[in-house]
């Protein structure tokens, strides 16, 4: 499996910006399709974004779109979540995830389709 390690979560103004990265080692970077999720508090983790293997293909969920940016760094082992225009409902735990796979059609998401996570960085908001 693939380690995973995130940073750059804080406190912010709404209007703001953050920028998150997740760095991950142990398997080829490469293989993988990785995403990210968020949870807030009494609710269930949810979609936010996912990237594929090689960058080609993105995903958003809807509350997301035009304010949230995902990427990638293969040879750095980096993915990244640029978030602008944060709103107090985008306050929440994010996740990085990996799920092994070089197809550029699927999107994994579901907590149940991910195969490794990170431990987490909070993201609050406030209005």
């Known amino acids: 499996q693939v380690q995973l390690v995130e940073s750059g979560g804080g406190l912010v103004q709404a209007g703001g910006s953050l920028r998150l990265s997740c760095v991950a080692s142990?398997?080829?970077?490469?293989?993988?399709?990785m995403g990210w999720f968020r949870q807030a508090p009494g609710k269930e983790r949810e979609f936010v974004a996912a990237?594929?293997?090689?960058?080609?293909?993105?995903d958003y969920a809807d509350s997301v779109k035009g304010r949230f940016t995902i990427s990638r760094d293969n040879a750095k082992n980096t993915v990244f979540l640029q978030i602008n225009s944060l709103k107090p409902e985008d306050t929440a735990v994010y996740y990085c995830?990996?799920?092994?796979?070089?197809?550029?059609?699927?999107?994994?998401?579901?907590?149940?389709?991910?195969?490794?996570w990170g431990q987490g960085t909070q993201v609050t908001v406030s209005s």
């Open positions: 995830a990996a799920v092994l796979s070089r197809s550029n059609n699927y999107v994994p998401r579901r907590s149940t389709e991910i195969g490794s």
């Open positions: 142990g398997r080829t970077f490469s293989t993988y399709i």
């Open positions: 990237i594929s293997w090689n960058g080609g293909n993105t």
